[in-house]
Each structure stands twice: as structure tokens, then as C-alpha cells.
């Protein structure tokens, strides 16, 4: 089997080490930008719509859904179960 050299890397096909420096400036530029198109997006098709959010189609109650208020957002980040995964679960706390 015939393996040729690689060719040399012209100069020109080389980044300029300051564009490769300033890559993340460019990165973070074009997201911001995709972010900001599909923002100008979303707020046309709410406006369209009279304000709030689109209805998803297809989507239904389920079954198992409740009329029970969310629970409170102090209690849910405060909460800590730790005994549950404790070694000696089943003893409880000593």
C-alpha cells in the first residue's frame, strides 16, 4: 500500500492568532444573537395571540393530574428528607 506524505500546511490556511484568541468573544456574540432572534420570535407569536402563552395541541389533562395547589416554594427548596438515604434508614433518627 502507497502512502503518501502529507502536503505542508500553506500559511494561509492558518488562523491568525488573534482571531484564534478572540474566538470565545465570537461564540459568545452569536448566541447572544440566536437568542435575541428567537426572543424577537416568541414575543410576535404572544402578541399575536393576545398575550399569554401558545396552547400545545394534542396535549390533554392526564388521569392522574390533582386541583391540589403547588406546594410552596420555601418548602420545597428547605425540605430534606436525610434519614431516607442513610445507611440505617430503617432505625430512623437517633
Known amino acids: 500500500m502507497l502512502i503518501k506524505k502529507a502536503p505542508d500546511i500553506r ?3 492558518i488562523t491568525p492568532k488573534s482571531v484564534y484568541l478572540r474566538r470565545r468573544e465570537f461564540i459568545q456574540a452569536s448566541a447572544a444573537a440566536l437568542v435575541a432572534a428567537g426572543m424577537g ?3 410576535d ?3 399575536a395571540q393576545g398575550g399569554g402563552l401558545p396552547k400545545l395541541p394534542n396535549v390533554k ?6 386541583t ?5 416554594y420555601d418548602h420545597v427548596t428547605s425540605y430534606n428528607n436525610f434519614y431516607e438515604f442513610a445507611p440505617g434508614a430503617c432505625d430512623g433518627p437517633k
Request: net charge neutral; glycine share 0%; proline share 10%.
Open 45 to 47: 407569536r404572544v402578541a
Open 61 to 66: 389533562k392526564s388521569p392522574l393530574s390533582t
Open 11 to 13: 500559511s494561509s490556511e
Open 41 to 43: 420570535t416568541f414575543a
Open 68 to 72: 391540589e395547589s403547588p406546594s410552596l
